[in-house]
């Protein structure tokens, strides 16, 4: 099955252009919001959570150089007319959660987008937008609000049957989104995006309800543009394991958390592997350091990998192991600048 329309919506609303139980849940208003309000929103049933400063990345110097000096700047342009919705200063936050089980084949998610924007003109907008791709927007109430679905117009006869047959088999829904309020929309998977108007009507608990995860969250650095954390169930490592010798350092791992974030014209990266054994943890990281020297046997021809991996720091403590590394824009640049020499090479 390709990819719902409701997902790709996320680029239509130019989302890609770029901590207590007790936490009240009302939707947090466009410009005046801060992380813990929009965690506050995802479903406790979340395996694992990531959050984006969309309107801190949209404030860099490179993000909006490069919107400026893009081949689709005038594309840009277009859309900031039509919608009233400018990226670079209308989006705040995106906070998505997973909720089906980490490595699941069918994956499950529900995502808030937090910014300004008119229902009244976007909505035609996402109509038409659908319309040309053979879809209509079927509308469904809940508790009060209205939940939008895309389904496929059929052309044939006995193709809308077959179209639910498929679904059924596969056992998916197909995507979905709601206007919660003035400030959020809410997509994902119609279970979930029922759920996320349950806790802004406190009818449902949130994450703050999953101690497992609470804890994890109460241990992640959340100074970034962009910062995740995720539980990782021991079958889910015991599987990529059993399909991979050289992954069996990993068993031990029951958690990730993982930071980006942008400072002085460097992109700062961190991931976190949780585990409470300080001897599989200096395992993992020996391991690592082992893929990191392996990685370094072709810095000889590739210098830019060379420094690349030099900025690489892993180091282990009793609780996790840390993968750091800060990278120069303009080590960046040089990397992006030899990808087109590499795909030159594959082609010859």
């Keep these: 099955m390709r990819k719902t329309t409701i997902f790709s919506l996320i680029f239509l609303l130019g989302v890609i252009g770029f901590v207590a139980c007790g936490k009240k849940s009302e939707a947090p208003k466009a410009g005046s919001v801060s992380a813990d ?3 506050s929103l995802l479903p406790m049933n979340a395996k694992g959570v990531f959050l984006v400063n969309v309107n ?3 404030a860099i110097e490179a993000a909006e150089k490069a919107i400026m000096e893009s081949d689709d700047y005038q594309k840009y342009v277009e859309f900031v007319e039509k919608t009233g919705i400018d990226p670079q200063k209308d989006i705040y936050y995106v906070a998505a959660a997973l909720t089906s089980s980490f490595g699941a084949k069918d ?3 529900v995502a808030i987008v937090n910014m300004k924007y008119d229902k009244e003109k976007i909505l035609p907008l996402i109509k038409e937008k659908m319309a040309e791709e053979g879809e209509e927007l079927i509308e469904t109430e809940y508790s009060g609000l209205m939940i939008y679905k895309a389904e496929k117009e059929a052309t044939e006869e006995g193709e809308e049957e077959q179209q639910q047959q498929e679904k059924e088999e596969k056992n998916l829904l197909e995507g979905a989104f709601a206007f919660l309020d003035s400030s959020n929309i809410v997509i994902g998977s119609e279970t979930e995006v029922k759920t996320v108007i349950d806790i802004s009507q406190k009818k449902a608990d949130n994450i703050y309800k999953n101690q497992a995860l609470a804890d994890l969250l109460a241990k992640t650095n959340k100074e ?3 910062w995740g954390a995720f539980l990782i169930p021991s079958e ?3 599987k990529a394991a059993s399909e991979n010798p050289m992954m069996s350092s990993f068993e031990a791992v029951k958690a990730a958390t993982l ?4 400072k002085n014209q460097n992109v700062l990266a961190e991931i976190k592997l949780m585990s409470d054994n300080e001897e599989n943890n200096k395992k993992i990281a020996d ?3 082992g893929f990191k020297a392996i990685g370094g ?3 000889a021809q590739k210098p830019e990998l060379g420094e690349l991996l030099n900025k690489i720091e892993i180091s282990s403590t009793a609780d996790h192991v840390k993968i750091y590394c800060s990278l120069p824009e303009e080590l960046l640049n040089k990397l992006k600048s030899a990808i087109p020499e590499d795909i030159d090479e594959v082609k010859e």
Excluded: H, P, S
């Excluded at 930071?259 to 942008?262: E, I, S, T």
């Design 224 to 226: 970034g543009i962009l």
């Design 297 to 299: 046997m072709a810095a």
């Design 107 to 109: 994956e499950e998610g």
């Design 259 to 262: 930071l980006f974030d942008y």
């Design 287 to 289: 391991a690592l350091n």
């Design 236 to 238: 889910a490592v015991e």
């Design 56 to 58: 801190q990345a949209m």
């Design 37 to 39: 309000d929009m965690l």
